[in-house]
């Protein structure tokens, strides 16, 4: 093994198949640009049924349909429901998009699967007096609003992709979190078709759970705060006091493996990281299982 590597352990992270719609927003100002894409993102819930997104990018001007500042994002969902993930991906597009001045949205998902139509979860935010047209060599609808005026594609394609490929780095100093991480998520970001949807996350979750209405709850096994409480049990090494997780999926495989090892890559050698581990659940949750020494 790659010296560089020793620090890394010879284990898995499952992830599993999901459906995404990739969008790009566009707007007139940066701070509106920035404010309809993290909004519309947030909350990541897809283990409780709804959707989780992340920003995977921000484009210029000369790479958008309408000549205006952009931001690439992505909206994941099960692949149990359609019919509910068009529901839900509305209200982030009509509570966080639409409300914004001078926004509109156009359909940016590759290999698409289907099509989900946005006239009848947002188009009809026009109370019918939104208008179908021809604009940026697009089928798009016009929703009329006090700030004139919201325009979305009429069809937004959606894909199937990977969802859950995480690690861990796990560190034995405190300022060693967030730096790392924003360095992780800033690597992240360079690979086209990934996202970070929880950026830094403190909460590694665990399938069973005394409290199944919640969804998953805390991995007690790796909760440096509890080692000394559950010697027996605890699997946090002696010298770790903080393990963030870094969730990311993507459209495909290969961009998922790509992000993990560009990301890990980026942070092996900054100081105060002790191990570099990945999340499991013993095979009981993803269907893909890789290992982190084989992507590396």
Known sequence: MNKKYEIVEDTFFESFKGFFVRLLITADHEDILKQAAYDSTATPGAVIGRVEGGVECFVDKNKTPDGRIGAIAQYWFGLDNIDKFEVELSYRIRQDILVKPFTSVF?????????????????????????????????????????????????????????????????????????????????????EGAIAPFGICSAASKVETNYPWIGPTTNHYYCPSLKKKIVEVSKVPEDVNYIPEIVINGINQETVEKAVKIAIDSIIDIEGIVKISAGNFNGQLGDLKINLLDIL
């Open 107 to 191: 359909n940016m998902t590759p290999n698409p699967k289907g099509f989900i139509g946005t006239m009848k979860q947002v188009g009809h935010c026009g109370d019918g007096y939104e208008w179908h047209e021809e604009i940026y060599g697009r089928k798009m609808i016009n929703v009329p609003i006090a700030v004139p005026d919201f325009k979305i594609e009429s069809k937004i394609a959606y894909s199937e992709g990977v969802m859950g490929a995480n690690f861990w780095y796990m560190c034995s100093e405190k300022d060693a979190v967030v730096e790392a991480g924003k360095i992780a998520i800033e690597a992240i970001g360079e690979v």
